[in-house]
Structure formats: structure tokens, C-alpha cells
């Protein structure tokens, strides 16, 4: 006598847990890379790289007055940041068509996950593979605090604002990787947009100069009459001169037109978020210390236009530094529009990952 037994139904999706298919998917992604040799090889080629450039600065730097540890800090930011460019996109853009490439993309697609989950997944497994180079410069971020003179309050925002660049540039990555076929591709489009925000903006930026070329009053500047004499043995006060009164045409750049353009750039939103130290009540000084600091100064000198290029412009002295005339931030433009492309991408990738897929193209490997 034979027993039957019930069939089985199939559980329903829902009872994976979303977050749950996203932990799964992470899980499988960043052990497959913690178990790459090749990956802390570069890890440790990173340290010594950053290390060196960070050491010369310090000694440079020492024979200086003037912030020698927020000089190395913002250095390690930079470069941090410079090189997680180049890096992140070889990490994030063959995440998935790697998957379709080895065949396991369609075995994956064929369980409880769903799109979303496989682009999350991988995504933040992309990023945490890419913040590994961050989490090793922490020594090097160690060191330059040793110095005292790092602006507190700018050390956090540094840091924070280059993991959410990291995290986009991933976002790119992987959204590219669901959309492309072939790895080779995927790498090279992503590399092409992280180009486009970081050199394109600065080249359109420098193009559009000629069109935001304008003709304004300016009149010369009066220095006391002990500077013009030659006889004054004190020290030298730039600010302190007044501005004629006969007004002549020159030649200017309204720059505060164009400024947006460089919104997009990862460097610039990095820069443009940090607090910047205050200058001493009686010093109205250009105070970047480093490179991070000197792009926030350049930003509000632009933002500024002619104000920030001509001391005494329709015969008004001109205020320095630029903060002074409270411009406002550019980083949340920037920021916003790298979300919105990270996002796009990212929606396109997942419409793609859909099953069934419909038509294919010609040589895709199915499984």
C-alpha cells in the first residue's frame, strides 16, 4: 500500500526577507573577493604608495610654519580619493558580467532573489572592497593628527564625503555591469563617466571661459604714501589700500556663470563639503593648508567672479577672502546630480536583469 504525500508548494518570495537576499548576495560577493590574493597584494602596494608621498610632504613641510599635519591629512584624502577613481571602477564594473560571463548569472537569477537584490548586494560588497583602501590609510590619518594643527571638525566630513564618492563610483560600476554584455566594456563606459565627472567638468569649465568674457569698470589702487615712497620698513599689508575714483574699461571673466559646471566633480564635492578652518579676526588670508583646502578657496574665488579677480571693481574695494561674501555651498548640485546618474544607471541595470529576459543579444551565455 502506497502513501502519497502532499506536494510542495514553492515558498513565495517574500518570505526570504529583502534585506536578507541582499545579506546573502553580499555574503557570497565579498568572500569570493577576500579569498583573492591579488586583492591585498594591492592593498599593501596602496599603503606603501600613499605612505611615501605622505612622508615626503612631511618632510617638506616640517621646515614650515603652517599646518604640516592638515597639509598630510588633506594629502591622504586626496589621494585616497584620486586613486579610488581608478580603482573602484575595476572593482564594481565586473561584478555582474563576470556572473554572466561564467555562466552563474542565470542560476542566481533562477532563485527567490530578485533584481534589486543582486544589484544591492553586489553593490555594497563593491564598495566595502573599495573602502579596504580608505581603512588602510588610517594609520597614515593617524600620523598627520599627531601634528595638532588638524581642523577637527573638517576630519570627519573629509572622510564621510570620500566614502560616499566611492560608494557612487561603485553604484556606476555596477549598474554599467548589469547593463553591458561583456566585461571589457563595462569597465571602460564606467571609467569614461568617473573621466567625464572628474576631467570633463574641468575641461568644460576651461572651454567656457570665452563665453562668459565680460567688460566691467574697474580704477586703479591707492597705496599710502609711505609704500610709494620706498622708505617703509614695516610689514607689508596687501589689503591696505584704498581705490581711485576714475573708472577705465577692462577686460573680465564672470566666472560665477560657470561655476556649476564643476558642481559634478568628485574633487570638488569633496573640497566644497568641508568646514573650513576660521582665518584670525585681524588675517583676512588665503588659509588651505592643503590640496582639498586650496579646491574649496578656488571654488569660492570662481563662485565669486569678477569681485574675487579685480581689487577694486567699479571703484569698490573688493572683499577677500571670498567666503566673506557668502556665495553658498556647491556641493549638494553636485552631489545631487552624481545620485541622479548613479540611480538612472542603477534602474536601467535592474529593468535588465529581469526575467524573463525576452531577447537577447547574439552570443550572451544563458548558463
Do not use: H
Request: net charge neutral; glycine share 10%.
Amino acid at each position: 500500500m502506497s502513501i502519497s504525500t502532499p506536494p510542495r508548494t514553492a515558498v513565495p518570495a517574500s518570505k526570504l526577507g529583502y534585506l536578507s537576499g541582499i545579506g546573502t548576495v553580499f555574503g557570497l560577493e565579498i568572500r569570493q573577493r577576500v579569498r583573492n590574493r591579488g586583492w591585498y597584494i594591492m592593498l599593501g602596494i596602496w599603503f606603501v604608495v600613499v605612505a611615501a608621498v605622505v612622508g615626503l610632504a612631511a618632510l617638506s613641510v616640517g621646515l614650515e610654519e603652517v599646518g604640516p599635519g592638515q597639509m598630510m591629512f588633506e594629502l591622504v584624502i586626496a589621494f585616497v580619493l584620486f586613486f579610488g577613481m581608478l580603482i573602484a571602477p575595476a572593482l564594481s564594473a565586473n561584478s555582474i558580467t563576470g556572473d554572466r560571463a561564467n555562466g552563474t548569472l542565470a542560476i542566481l537569477q533562477n532563485t527567490l532573489l530578485t533584481p534589486g537584490q543582486l544589484l544591492w548586494g553586489k553593490w555594497l560588497a563593491s564598495w566595502a572592497a573599495s573602502l579596504g583602501f580608505l581603512v588602510v590609510t588610517i594609520p597614515l590619518i593617524g600620523w598627520a593628527m599627531t601634528y595638532g594643527d588638524v581642523y577637527l571638525p573638517a576630519a570627519p566630513v573629509l572622510v564621510g564625503m570620500l566614502a560616499v564618492e566611492l560608494g557612487i563610483v561603485c553604484a556606476l560600476g555596477v549598474g554599467i555591469s548589469a547593463l553591458a554584455n561583456r566585461t571589457l566594456f563595462a569597465v571602460m563606459v564606467t571609467y569614461l563617466l568617473v573621466a567625464l565627472l572628474g576631467l570633463g567638468t574641468l575641461i568644460a569649465y576651461g572651454l567656457s571661459m570665452q563665453l562668459v568674457k565680460v567688460e566691467v569698470q574697474v580704477s586703479e589702487q591707492v597705496w599710502p604714501e609711505e609704500y610709494q615712497s620706498g622708505e617703509f620698513y614695516g610689514t607689508w599689508d596687501e589689503e591696505n589700500y584704498t581705490c581711485g575714483t576714475r573708472l577705465y574699461p577692462e577686460q573680465s571673466f564672470a566666472t560665477e556663470r560657470i561655476t556649476w559646471l564643476l558642481a559634478a566633480n568628485p574633487f570638488v564635492v569633496v573640497a566644497d563639503a568641508v568646514p573650513q578652518a576660521p582665518a584670525p579676526a585681524d588675517e583676512q588670508m588665503f588659509n588651505a593648508a592643503g590640496p582639498m583646502g586650496a579646491i574649496s578657496e578656488g571654488v569660492r574665488y570662481s563662485q565669486a567672479g569678477p569681485k574675487s579677480q579685480i581689487p577694486c571693481l567699479n571703484g569698490v574695494k573688493s572683499v577677500d577672502p571670498p567666503q566673506a561674501q557668502n556665495p553658498g555651498p556647491l556641493w549638494p548640485l553636485g552631489l545631487g546630480i552624481q545620485l541622479l546618474l548613479a540611480a538612472g544607471i542603477l534602474v536601467a541595470g535592474r529593468n535588465k536583469l529581469k526575467t524573463p529576459a525576452g531577447k537577447l543579444a547574439s552570443g550572451t551565455r544563458i548558463a
